[in-house]
């Protein structure tokens, strides 16, 4: 595997669709997927009552992680972000955060006439704030040959 420089990890942050949370429920991990928009050194996401929400309030720590690999090749990059979360209580940052991902996700989307109120997650969604502290990558590296590579054996 290749180390990833700063700047290619942060590359790969801001081309990403999708990467996964983890966080820490009852002294174990829980990871799931989200979508997320990133502003400066700051990922924001929403989300709703539930798992993920209520570990965060107990357990801000979190990491990111995001991947991305080649169908054709098998070489990948993946990213790990450390930080903690914070969720806001600011009606013009959750404005922006809707404008944002309408924008990061036009294309999944449909028309814009098609979209109706822009309200991602009804009621009660919250904006939740991830300051980045830390942040490194690893590529698969050329090494090995796509039959051999590690985690595809």
Excluded at 34 to 40: E, H, K, P
Excluded at 98 to 114: H, M, N, T, V
């Amino acid at each position: 595997m290749n180390e990833l420089t700063g700047a290619e990890c942060w590359s790969l942050l801001g081309s990403a669709d999708v990467a996964s949370i983890a966080v820490v429920d009852d002294g174990e991990p829980y990871v799931t997927p989200m979508s997320f928009v990133q502003r400066d050194d700051v990922i924001l996401f929403r989300t709703g009552p539930g798992r993920r929400l209520d570990a965060i309030r107990k357990h801000p720590r979190v990491n990111v992680n995001l991947n991305e690999v080649n169908a054709e090749t098998g070489d990948w990059h993946s990213v790990n972000i450390w930080g903690d979360a914070e969720i806001v209580d600011d009606d013009e940052l959750e404005a922006e955060v809707i404008s944002l991902f309408l924008d990061k996700y036009r294309q999944f989307e449909g028309p814009p006439a098609s979209w109706g109120a822009p309200e991602l997650v009804p009621g009660t969604a919250v904006v939740v704030r991830v300051a980045i502290d830390a942040i490194s990558g690893r590529s698969s590296g050329s090494a090995f040959g796509p039959k051999t590579r590690p985690g595809r054996l």
